[in-house]
């Protein structure tokens, strides 16, 4: 399995709902990554988990918030989210160092009403 | 700090004619080079790295990178370009745990 899935691939949601984000890989990889890409930008990087525990936090607002149940999944938990939160939320793997090379899921686009 | 550019917002060019999609770089140390495309609503696909060794790197798809250490750069290109080219193209440094992409170059393969 060489691939990163992701669901929802659509949502829509209330700035008042809870919701989240998940991500699942069994490619082994013992990193895995939130970014957050807007309309004909580069993504930018949300959050790095590096075995399971959280590495990096990119000054996220708190409305955001990651979790790493096991190796092979990754959520992102959304709360009380605004409307320029809006965006295209892609997940990644890759093993630790990233000097193999990323693979991406195939993103949740989110738009908050 | 490290930083990649990518000095084309749009490239097009015809089918079957060669494509370069342009990609300049500044790191301290050794960089570790990629290309990634990208179709609409979708994820990144890996094109291809550079990391060590040969300057010429095939990759996915019919695409190779051409990495030059004198002019930092690391320009994308294929012989003969198809209309399902037609893409967003990142490139990307990295270091530890974190990619800075360029802010990408939409590719256009005009029939």
């Known amino acids: 399995d060489t691939e990163v899935t992701q669901t929802p691939k659509h949502l829509v949601m209330g700035m008042t709902n809870k919701k989240s984000l998940k991500c699942e890989q069994h490619?082994?990889?013992?990193?895995m990554y939130w970014y957050k890409q807007k309309a004909k930008k580069p993504p930018e990087l949300m959050f790095v988990y590096s075995y399971e525990k959280l590495s990096i936090n990119e000054s996220v607002p708190s409305r955001f918030s990651p979790e790493c149940p096991n190796s092979s999944l990754l959520n992102l938990h959304l709360h009380a989210l605004q409307p320029e939160d809006s965006a295209l939320y892609l997940c990644a793997s890759s093993q630790p160092g990233g000097t193999v090379g990323y693979t991406f899921g195939s993103g949740t686009r989110l738009t908050v009403v | 700090a490290q930083s990649v550019a990518q000095p084309e917002d749009q490239v097009n060019v015809a089918e079957g004619n060669p494509l370069t999609v342009k990609c300049t770089y500044s790191?301290?140390?050794?960089?570790?080079l990629f290309w990634y495309v990208q179709y609409p609503n979708r994820g990144l696909q890996f094109l291809l790295k550079?990391?060590?060794?040969?300057?010429l790197v095939k990759g996915s798809y019919g695409f190779e990178a051409e990495f030059n250490k004198s002019q930092t750069s690391f320009h994308l290109k294929k012989p003969s370009a198809l209309v399902s080219d037609s893409a967003l193209y990142f490139c990307a440094v990295t270091g530890t745990y974190k990619y800075i992409f360029g802010t990408g170059t939409r590719l256009k393969v005009l029939a």
């Open positions: 790191v301290s140390g050794n960089p570790y």
């Open positions: 550079y990391i060590t060794g040969d300057n």
């Open positions: 490619m082994g990889h013992r990193a």
